[in-house]
Each structure stands twice: as structure tokens, then as C-alpha cells.
């Protein structure tokens, strides 16, 4: 197809494309999940090609073809590079002997079922979930008046988006100190504190309707920033809500200590994803919809959309010059490309035409580069981060731009030179020679070392370290978003399929080791060695040195007419008080210690039919305060089998008539 | 210690024991974990024996002397058959190839977390969680109006203690259809259905304030049947608060179909686990507190708790005779020792003095016998289920009881001959030869095969479909609550440690094979052979006639003043509306349709600020109602990465200011 001919609406070909693979899927793997409306043939008669042939055969090169204006696509895979991985016996084992540790952590954001999840490094197992922006009744997390606070004053909801986990930064590397993760839905960031490995703020950013891309800005953690990917009214109070011309997407700083707001920057387009360079100047953005559509046509119209790539000292002096205009009590820049602050030596952000719709953007290990992936362009970008200085003009900052392979979502680094990347459509890792690629034409597919089928359709792609100055390699995980027939069927909403790789120092080919089913919905993940985290197995008791209740403090106190403060402590088998009475109507105050001082010794306190569940750790204390409305006799319990006296262990709360 | 010496407060002994063994093994094993308050010696200078030497060396025997009345307590693997397994290098892999599947369905309850897990053995891959009590933002459970009501009508509870799963039954083995577990917090009883994999029904059973056993009538499911544990006044009004010896336990029985309570019967003493003969007659519960007591010292007083045996077909005559006291609409049933019920020749319940608080009873493949585990006793008492029809005596209905260890909680079987306890106090799985068990004196260790280290304090064991008639051997799991230093450390609350050990077809030696995490808490497991579960991957749309939306539904109808529903499909990339427009304080109704037929492909429906986010998948509908309380732009979005247009797929609800 030449430049200039019409070039068909992606996303119809898109639909059509994947709904093809779908079906050919459906029929050659469980013939009998093939529904009637699905079309097999895509006009093809006669064809019985499983996935695999399908994409080599090149079948699809025709219907791609006028994605992202690319003339000649022909599906990943057919290079003689391509490694057919047998599936079955693996070579390496990534099993941890009972008994044993895993080397490395895993911090998983669980998208949205708003929690984290800590996995283990190889084995893949689940060590523990952190609720970040959900309630969990396990721990009681929402359920004590710390954590509704916590909750309450983090925006009020339920639930949220957890996408992206950024691990603290001292000097370039993991401090082991918080990790932040920020929600899609709600716009709001949560940091989560790793010596208790529990999230201990949240912030409901202002006038950000959806932060996406999330990071923290290297090499000292001096911001957490964030993408805002909606574009909406400023403020969005309902004025001007039909007139999208007047929309904005916002960038944000927020300080990683006092978790406030610092500034905002508005600018063209939808944000998405974000990565900072290594020196603390550049944070680099993709984006989509440059078009400003408020529809899907519309949005994939063009075939570059600008990545932005944020001056951060140069934000900061706008701000100190006072060049900022205030909205909600937030300094909001305008970055936008007709700003004044764009127009001198200096702007504030760069905005660097991209194909097409670019979905992320990680630095590389050196900090050289940014690397843009394609998303709707079978490319990534490289975006020399030295050159941008300089300028923002592609032909002088793009350093390389190798055709990787179809629907190109997110890169990973073995710190050996290796870029990975994962491809959405191709459903493949595709390893490739970063310089080679800088050395390589312009769409070029020699840098391409091999690819790896997974199983089915990756987002984010993670290895070992890859986010620091020095990645480990090793292994690689690919977060699958279908997996269809891998595990056995457990109704219609199927786990997604994290994907143990592994990929030695990067001199070894990619050999897929495991399968791993994830609850929805696994969005990235970000590892750390186990040295770096320094995680502690008693609470410090000084923690809580107003509220701390000894043996000797558990008792009722009266605090008025209708309110109460009950205190006790918690140890093996017996609660402080092994009954109080309250009457109803009242507002009890409930305070409980676990006076225990052997570590995993943790233990419930369980309110039956009142709605109250949570855990006390060793030397923790916590308190709830709920109504007692009804009366009778309810059995506190214990929900932590903590010895074998567990079942006994237990306060009766006596609940007599309302007085007078 | 002769019978006739004064016993020793269990409690004492017991905390005294297990604090000792936990400093023990902390100074062994994380010498710097031990806290100055930790007395590690118990009196015995120069002590310095790791946790395994001290209970091997018969150290413990003094000080728990006293327990049950048992003179020679020496712990356990001191025996000649005890299997010190080596931790490293196990010979049997449980490793399920990439793409290969498990070959076995696993659910485990999820304690206080309130919901289910699915997990494939032997991989120990968590395949999926179903909320059953608890709310989950992932699917949208509790978000969505069908989930809202179904959590509102059984209670109105965001949270439940869920304990002991199970499988109905047709003719003695598993159906496939339904699972059956328990919220001990609230006294409730829940249902999943496994075609889809989601909860159906919850129950919140009148009178009873929390149900702790649970199983379903063997062969055929003729009730679901809860062990009302704690004690309270009936009802628990308010009145008699104050007077125990008026406190009572019931049993229940529910309808499996209809999850109507049909009937209850009261007791003396706290139930606490039930299992059922495999004839439909006889369900038994395990009991402690026959002292009725109010604290742990009473609780824990006398040697011998009873057993209750309940008689089915006695206790639906009495019902239909009307001998019965109905409460709140439910008819009860008199079962206490003293009920005229009980005093003729068919008691409706037989009690059975078993020592000591005995804490679990499984009734054996073939329905011989129910075993009784002691807890407070290091034995396992063998009740005869044939002899039961004609005696409740001890001496005539118990067929043995071998010494099987410290703390015995829960026992399993392999089909093959083989009973497996579990040893909370000595942490080990303990194998023994159940004929021989019958054969041998009371108290006998003789029938002991070999033991096997688990880490640390096991709960539930269970081998796979160990209650069904026809136990399948190979694989047996280990539900330990304590996981110590078994992991990398995340903080103080640690996770438990459900451990895989293959038993083989009882000939082999257990050899512990993996160590699995579990967040808290999995109190319990069943197993069901894959060909058991039949799946669906597509909704039905016949399930949805009325709802169904198709792409010339969507629309928005204005219902009220200020009330809209507004209609929209869901498929890849596309909501049926590319935006709608509400005014402010409308209550919406917004319903959605899955119109793909392709498995896996789940969309999202997620509205930022306004705490709503769900799944639909695949020919299924889903409505929410809400308030657009505020005026301006929000995007609903998918939050099931669908496509490689999902970040694109959008719905812009436009909320203008409120009307007049």
C-alpha cells in the first residue's frame, strides 16, 4: 500500500483481526467454543491453520497492513531467529525447596481488585497482598478507625485501579523504604510503607480525573509524578462539560513525604504512561489521542501522537516564577504547545511526534534512552535523552526506531544490551539488541535476537531489577492479560496468565518455565532483591505509646451518657476482658493490644453481627468504634488460630437495654 | 503422675508449653528474634535444643503431663517410624508443565478473608478466588445491584468467617453443582454455583449467632447442616443476657435447594465441627464446653466433653409430630440431655463423653466410623457408626482410640487404610493404620506408621476426596496456620503455610513436596477430580431474557424527574454509547450486556468517582444504580484489558447541573 492511499479505520481492522484470531483460536484449541457468529475465515476459504501458522503464514500482513501506515507487516515470528519453545520440560527449574527463600520480591499491583500482591522470585507464589484501595476484611483494613480514616481522607471509595508500583529510590537504587502506586479510576496516589508492608497514605490529587502512568523521579525519589489520562474540564465542576475542545489532561509532582500536592502541568492530548530519566531532569510521557476525539474513530485518526517529554526544572522555576494559574489550591502550569512556556529556549515540555497511539515509555539502564513502544505501530521509539536537551525535533532525538512486531505494549532490560518487548497482538516477547537498532534503518527488523510465544496477549513485561541502573536479568515475567485454555476452567471471568521466563544474562535464549493464573487484574510489577528490603516482624511498641493497653489497662470506662471505651489487651488464648457490658444505643470504643512479643503470634478480634473484623500483630494496637445497637449476648472471638486454646479464646460482649 | 494428683491448669500448662517452644525456636532458628521476656529455659538451665530435639527428648513430657489426664506424653517422632525427611531435594515434583493443567480442583476456604480460593493441585496454583462474604472490587461483588441485594438479604454483612467448604453430593460422590460453606462470624450459609463459579445464595440462619462445623447430608444432599458454636440466649433479645445457664447452642439443618432453614435443634455445651454417615442417618458433632462455662478456665475444667451424635430421621419425626418450640418462624427441637426427646428409645441426640474438647470429627470413606480428634487429648477417638443405632455408651460405641500425638485436630484418610492427623502442638502430620487402631489397647501408640514434620501448628489436613467413599490417595495438604521463618518476611502479618505432601497410594512414605503461602487464613479444603466440574466459559443469555441489552438498545430512557436508565452493550473497544448526558442528582440505572460469544473476553465498567467498577463477561448483563450527585465529565472505562484499543474504549457521561 503506498502513502497515499486511504488507509482503512484501524480500529475495524483491528476488531476484525483479533476476532479472527479469537476464532481460529476458539476452533483450533476447543473446537466446540467456536459460537456461530465468529468468522473463522476472514474470506479465507479452506483455512485450518492454527495461531502459530496463522501469524508465520503471514495471513494477516493484508489485513494490517494500513495500521499505523506500515506497508509491509508479516506478524512476528517468521525470522529465522524465532525460538519454537517446546512447551512441555523445561530445562530450568525455578522451584524453592520447602524451607527455602525466594531471592527476589515481587511487588504486583493487582489493578482492580485495588489491592498489591508480594510474589516470590522464581517460585511464583503469592507471599502476601497489601490492600491498597480496597477493603479487606482479612486484616481488617477499612474495618479500624485508622484505616477508614485512612480510606475516608484518601477520597472516600472502595476501590480503585492500581497500576503501576514504584519502589523508592536512594542514589539510583532501592532504599527499601515505600513503594507508591497510583489509581487509574480515582486519580489518587497511595504509598505503601515496607518496613510493615502496609499502605499508610493516600492522596486524592485535585483536578485529575484518571492518573494512568505513575513513577517516582530518580535518582533520589524527589517527586512521585503522575499522568492524568482524561482529558476533562478545569476544574470539572460542570461548566464547559460539552465542549471537549476546552478539555485538559494534567502531569502532577507529588512529594513522597508529605504526600501533598506540588504542581500540575496542563497539556495537548491524553497522557499515559511515564518513566524519568536517571538524573532527575527528564520525565518522559506517551501519549494518545493528540487529535483531542472524544470518540474511538476520532482518537486513532492520526498515525503520530506527541510524547511529552516534562523539563522538571524548568516546571519548578515556572512555578517559583509564579507562571502557573491556581485551581483547587494547586499550582497548574500550562504545558500545553501554544504556552508561552513552550515558546523560548527553555520550554517546559517537549512534545515529540510518535507512531501511532504509543503506549509506554520505559529508560533504559544507562539512562541513554527512552523507549517508546508502538502500541498501534509495530516500532519502538528510541528517544536519545541526551540529544533532547537540545532539541525536540524527531530527526535529531529519535535514535532508533526497530519494527519489533504487532501491537507493542511495554519493554524490559537484562542490563546486557537486551531490550524485551512485549507484543499485545503477536502475543510474543521479542528480544532485541539495543544497538543494533540505534545502528539499524528506521523500521528495521535486524536487531531482532528472537521471540518468545506467551500465553496470550502481554501488558507489562518485567525483569529482574530492570527499572534500576543495574538490571539482573535472569528471569522475566510477561503479565498476560487472557489465558483462556491454560489452567482448568473456572467460569466465564478466567484468571490472566503471568509468565515465568527465563532469560539467563541475556546470552541465553528466552525459555518460557511457568504458567502462574492471576486474579484480575495483575497490571505491572517491580522486583526487588531481597537484601534491599528490610522488613520487620514485630510492631514497635513505641509506634502506639498513647494507646498502648497493658494486661493491667483492660477494663470499661463510661465517657458519656451514650459512649463507652472499651480496652483490652490480646494474648495466646485469652482476651484482657473475658466479658463487658454495654447497653444499647451506646457508641463503644473498642482498644485492643497484643501484648505478644514472638513474631507471627497475631491475633483477631471477630464482633459478631456487628460487622467488625481485624487483626492485632505482636505489639500492634488498634481500635474500632461502632454502635451497639441491638441487645443481647455476642461472642468476641478470635480469628487467628493462635494456639490450641483458640477456640476458647473469647470475650463476651453483653449488650443489655437502653437506660431509661 | 497417678490419677488421683491434682491436675494442673491446662490453660497454664498449655500457654506456659507453647511460649517456651516458640522462644525455643526462635532463638534456634532467628536467634535475634527473642525477646528478654521470652523464658526459653522453663526451669531447665543449659537448655539449648532445637525445636525438634526438645519435643524428641521427652522435655515436654512434665510439663504437659497434666493435659488430658495422660501420665506419658513423650511428643511425638520418638517412635522408630518417625520419618525425619530431608527438607531439600524432594524426589516427587508437583511442577504442571506451562499449558499442561492441574488435575485436580482444590477450594479452599478463606477464613476471615470471606471468600473462596480455587486452587489446582498439584501446581498449589491459586486459579481464581470467588467472594462469597466479602465484597471484591475486581468483579464488581457487592458493587453491582444482583450482588448488593444478594449481601443485603443474607444479613447485611461486608465481611464472613467462611470455614468449611463442601461439595454436593448425588449417590455418595460429588455432582458438581454446588459448594456449601459457612460464616462462623455471622451464622450464616452460603452457596456457589459451579457452572459459573460465583456465589448464588447466603442464608442468615435465625437464632444462632455463629455457625462453625458445616457439611452437607451424605449421599445425597438432603440438607446443608451448620454447628451453631457459641452459646447465647434464644432468642438473644436482650433478655437473660446475664443468666449462662439459660445460654444454648443449636444445630440447623437448610434446604439445598431453596437455602431455607428447616429446623434446629438446642443442645448442651458449644458445637463445634460436624461431618455426617455416608447413609443419611447419623450427623455427628465434635463439642467442647460441656462445663458451659463463660471463660477459658471453666471452658477447659473436665476431662470429657460429649460428642453429639443427631439421629436425622428421629429429629424430622420429631418436627412432624410438632414436638417443637418455634423461634423466630423456625421450629426447635429439644436436644439437651434432659429433653424428653432424648429419654426414649430413639434419642434424637445421643451424647457421647469423648476427652478432651474435642476439636473435629470426619467420618471415614466407608462410613465405619466417625473420628474424633482430641485436641486437648493426644488422642483420636473411633466412634462406631453401627453401634451408635443401639448405644451411646462409651464403652460400647467407641472402637478405639490410639495416641496419636500433642494437639490432634483434624484427620484424613487415603482410602487405602490410612488415617493422617494433624498435630497442632507437635506440628506433624501423623500416619496410622486404622484396623490396627481397633485391634490395639486404648491409648496405644502402636498403630502410629510414621510421622512427618510440618511447619508450623497444622489446622485442617485433607488428602485428595478424602470424604468421599472413594479417597483417591497421592496428595495430601497441610493447612498450617503458622508460617514463622518459612518465607521472606512481609511485615507481621505473615501468611499461613499450606503444605503439599505426597502420600502415594498409602504405601509410600509422606514426603513433603512444596510449601505454599496462603494469605490469611485457609481454614479448610475439598478436592474434586477435574472431570467432577463442568464450567462454563460464556454465560447463558437465556439467563438474562429480560435484560439483555443489543447494540439498538443502548440508549438513555429518562424514567422520572430525576431518575434515568441508561442502556449499553460492551465489546471490544466499544461501549454502545460513546457518551450520554444526566443531570445532577438523576438516579441512574445503567445496564450492561456482554454481546461477545468468545470466552475470556471480559469488559470492565468502572465510573471514576463514583466507587463503581464491575466485570461482565461474556453474554452476561449487569446493572448498577447510582446517584450522579455532581456536575461534570467522567469517562467510564474498561477495566479488563480487552483489546489493543482498550485504553480507547470509553463512555463520556456528560452530568449537567440539576434541572429548575
Redesign the interface.
Known amino acids: 500500500m503506498s502513502k497515499n492511499e486511504t488507509p482503512r479505520d484501524p480500529?475495524e481492522v483491528?476488531?476484525e483481526y483479533?476476532?479472527t484470531l479469537?476464532?481460529v483460536l476458539?476452533e483450533v484449541e476447543?473446537p466446540d467454543?467456536a459460537?456461530e457468529?465468529?468468522d473463522i475465515s476472514l474470506g479465507l476459504p479452506g483455512l485450518s491453520l492454527g495461531r502459530r501458522d496463522f501469524m508465520k503464514a503471514g495471513v494477516a500482513a493484508g489485513a494490517m497492513g494500513s495500521v499505523a501506515g506500515c506497508s509491509a507487516l508479516t506478524g512476528g515470528g517468521d525470522g529465522g531467529a524465532a525460538n519454537q519453545t517446546t512447551?512441555?520440560?523445561?530445562s530450568v527449574?525455578h522451584?524453592v525447596?520447602?524451607?527455602?527463600?525466594?531471592e527476589y520480591?515481587g511487588f504486583w499491583s493487582?489493578?482492580?481488585?485495588?489491592e498489591l500482591r508480594?510474589i516470590?522470585i522464581p517460585s511464583m507464589?503469592?507471599?502476601?497482598?497489601i490492600p491498597v484501595?480496597?477493603?479487606?476484611?482479612?486484616?481488617g483494613y477499612g474495618?479500624t478507625d485508622d484505616t477508614k480514616e485512612l480510606l475516608e481522607e484518601g477520597?472516600?471509595?472502595?476501590?480503585?485501579?492500581n497500576h503501576h508500583p514504584n519502589l523508592s529510590e536512594t542514589d539510583g537504587d532501592y532504599d527499601g523504604e515505600y513503594l507508591y502506586v497510583n489509581d487509574k479510576?480515582?486519580?489518587r496516589i497511595a504509598r505503601v510503607n515496607l518496613?510493615?508492608?502496609?499502605t499508610d497514605a493516600i492522596t486524592d490529587v485535585p483536578n485529575m480525573?484518571?492518573i494512568h502512568g505513575c513513577c517516582v523521579l530518580s535518582p533520589d525519589t524527589k517527586y512521585v509524578l503522575g499522568n492524568g489520562?482524561?482529558r476533562?474540564?478545569l476544574p470539572?465542576?460542570?461548566t464547559d462539560?460539552?465542549n471537549p475542545d476546552n478539555?485538559t489532561s494534567l502531569f502532577v509532582a507529588v512529594d513522597p513525604e508529605s504526600m501533598e500536592t506540588q504542581w500540575q502541568v496542563k497539556v495537548d492530548g491524553n497522557l499515559?504512561i511515564v518513566d524519568t530519566g536517571k538524573e532527575g531532569r527528564w520525565a518522559i510521557s506517551s501519549a494518545?489521542?493528540s487529535e483531542e476525539a472524544?470518540?474511538?474513530q476520532g482518537?486513532?485518526r492520526d498515525d503520530r501522537d506527541n510524547v511529552k517529554a516534562f523539563d522538571i526544572p524548568a516546571i519548578e522555576q515556572a512555578v517559583e516564577n509564579g507562571n502557573y494559574e491556581e485551581v483547587n489550591g494547586i499550582p497548574v502550569v500550562d504545558g500545553t504547545q501554544s504556552s508561552s512556556l513552550n515558546q523560548g529556549d527553555r520550554p517546559i515540555v517537549k512534545y515529540i511526534p510518535t507512531p501511532k497511539?504509543p503506549?509506554c515509555v520505559e529508560v533504559g539502564p544507562n539512562g541513554d534512552y527512552a523507549f517508546v513502544a508502538g502500541?498501534?505501530s509495530p516500532t519502538v521509539t528510541m528517544i536519545d535523552l541526551d540529544a533532547l536537551a537540545d532539541s525536540s525535533d524527531p530527526e535529531e532525538v529519535v535514535a532508533g526506531r526497530p519494527r519489533v512486531g504487532l501491537?507493542p505494549l511495554h519493554t524490559t532490560f537484562d542490563g546486557n544490551g537486551h531490550a524485551y518487548t512485549s507484543l499485545?497482538?503477536d502475543s510474543q516477547a521479542v528480544k532485541w539488541d539495543i544497538e543494533a537498532a540505534v545502528e539499524a534503518d528506521e523500521g528495521s527488523e535486524d536487531p531482532i535476537i528472537e521471540k518468545q510465544d506467551v500465553?496470550y496477549?502481554p501488558?507489562h513485561i518485567q525483569a529482574l531489577e530492570a527499572m534500576t541502573t543495574d538490571p539482573d536479568g535472569q528471569w522475566l515475567v510477561s503479565l498476560n492479560?487472557?489465558?483462556?485454555d491454560?489452567?482448568?476452567?473456572?467460569?466465564?471471568?478466567?484468571?490472566d496468565n503471568d509468565?515465568l521466563i527465563h532469560i539467563g544474562q541475556g546470552e541465553a535464549s528466552m525459555e518460557?518455565?511457568?504458567?502462574?493464573?492471576a486474579?484480575?487484574?495483575p497490571h505491572d510489577c517491580v522486583f526487588a532483591h531481597?537484601d534491599k528490603?528490610d522488613?520487620?516482624?514485630?510492631?514497635d511498641k513505641s509506634d502506639y505509646e498513647e494507646t498502648y493497653i497493658t494486661e493491667e489497662d483492660s477494663g470499661v470506662e463510661r465517657t458519656g451518657d451514650n459512649s463507652v471505651h472499651v480496652k483490652m489487651t490480646t494474648k495466646?488464648?485469652?482476651y484482657g476482658l473475658?466479658?463487658f457490658?454495654v447497653q444499647?444505643g451506646d457508641e463503644v470504643r473498642l482498644s485492643t493490644t497484643n501484648i505478644e512479643?514472638?513474631?507471627?503470634?497475631?491475633h483477631?478480634v471477630?464482633i459478631?453481627?456487628h460487622?467488625i473484623?481485624y487483626?492485632v500483630?505482636?505489639?500492634?494496637t488498634r481500635e474500632v468504634t461502632f454502635t451497639a445497637d441491638?441487645?443481647?449476648?455476642?461472642?468476641i472471638?478470635c480469628?487467628?488460630?493462635?494456639?490450641?486454646?483458640h477456640?476458647?479464646?473469647?470475650s463476651?460482649m453483653?449488650?443489655?437495654?437502653a437506660e431509661g
Open positions: 480500529n483491528l476488531d483479533e476476532e479469537d476464532s476458539a476447543s467454543e459460537t457468529d465468529d512447551e512441555s520440560g523445561s527449574s522451584t525447596e520447602p524451607g527455602e527463600h525466594d520480591y493487582g489493578g482492580h481488585s485495588g508480594v516470590g507464589r503469592e507471599l502476601t497482598r484501595f480496597n477493603t479487606d476484611c482479612a486484616t474495618f477520597g472516600g471509595y472502595s476501590w480503585g485501579d479510576a480515582n486519580g518496613t510493615y508492608f502496609e480525573q484518571a489520562e482524561f476533562a474540564p470539572n465542576d460542570g462539560v460539552k478539555y499515559d494518545y489521542n472524544t470518540d474511538i482518537m486513532t497511539s503506549h502500541k498501534l501491537g499485545f497482538i500465553h496477549n501488558g492479560k487472557l489465558s483462556k491454560r489452567f482448568l476452567p473456572v467460569g466465564p471471568i478466567m484468571p509468565q518460557l518455565v511457568a504458567d502462574h493464573p486474579y484480575p487484574e531481597k528490603i522488613a520487620k516482624k514485630v510492631y495466646r488464648s485469652e473475658p466479658d457490658t444499647a512479643g514472638v513474631q507471627d503470634i497475631i483477631g471477630a459478631p453481627e460487622d473484623n487483626a500483630a505482636p505489639q500492634d441491638d441487645p443481647g449476648v455476642y461472642w472471638y480469628t487467628y488460630f493462635c494456639s490450641a486454646l477456640l476458647e479464646m473469647r463476651r453483653i449488650v443489655g437495654p
